[in-house]
């Protein structure tokens, strides 16, 4: 089925770990967007990117870090684990910015650091 | 900034009941606004939408008007089932990116 694929689905790191996120769509979705959903906190934008080779930061970047070598794939990197990224992790992509269409989501990575 | 606020959750209803969530938001401009679902263990669905003042989104029995003098977007639903039991989201996009409010936990019981 077409859409947004995560993986993996859950993963527990401990402290100073690191680990890679995958997100992958097969739209042909020029934007790409990584989300973290805190309880209570709703979503909140990490990093996102326009297309191939373009990418930005979003609300809450620190800790993370994207790559965009292909329009498919959109992997988010923890390089230093660190208990307050314990979250869900939502990839999203859109053929336009966020206006009529909305966003298709993946399921989400449920991240525990500990 | 651009911002939005739902009604607290949980919610908690009975076959058949009335639903409505509030959500209010602030912008500048002319938003679209949205509403997501999310089912447990499921990412985001978009429910509904409306691009313009007074429009009316509507899907699966829920709807949801574009206020602009009140700056609000409430779902509603007239008789909800088990089934809608989930996370609804009210969002809104300024055409750049989405911003969205905390969520509404809804449980309907049998």
């Known amino acids: 089925n077409a859409g947004v694929t995560q993986t993996p689905k859950f993963r527990i790191l401990k402290i100073g770990q690191s680990m890679t996120l995958q997100c992958a769509q097969d739209?042909?979705?020029?934007?790409m967007y990584w989300y973290r959903q805190d309880p209570g906190m709703g979503l909140k934008l990490i990093y996102y990117?326009?297309?191939?080779?373009?990418?930005d930061k979003g609300e809450v970047p620190n800790g993370y870090n994207v790559s965009r070598s292909t329009t498919e794939d959109f992997p988010l990197r923890l390089e230093l684990a660190a208990p307050s990224q314990t979250s869900v992790y939502f990839c999203?992509?859109?053929?336009?910015?966020?206006?009529?269409?909305?966003?298709?989501f993946g399921s989400g990575t449920r991240l525990t650091v500990v | 900034g651009n911002s939005v606020t739902q009604m607290e959750g949980p919610v908690t209803l009975s076959e058949e009941a009335f639903l409505t969530i509030n959500c209010t938001y602030t912008?500048?401009?002319?938003?679209?606004l949205f509403w997501y679902v999310q089912y447990p263990g499921e990412g985001l669905q978009l429910l509904l939408k409306?691009?313009?003042?007074?429009d009316k989104g509507s899907n699966k029995g829920f709807e949801a008007t574009y206020r602009k003098e009140t700056t609000s977007f409430h779902l509603e639903k007239g008789s909800v089932q088990v089934s809608d039991s989930a996370v609804y989201f009210c969002?809104?996009?300024?055409?750049?990116?989405?911003?969205f409010g905390t969520g509404t936990s809804l449980t309907v019981i049998p």
């Open positions: 999203a992509s859109s053929y336009t910015p966020g206006t009529n269409y909305g966003y298709t």
């Open positions: 739209m042909n979705h020029n934007y």
């Open positions: 990117s326009v297309g191939a080779g373009i990418t």
């Open positions: 912008a500048t401009g002319y938003p679209s």
């Open positions: 409306a691009t313009k003042a007074d």
């Open positions: 969002a809104l996009s300024d055409g750049n990116q989405f911003y």
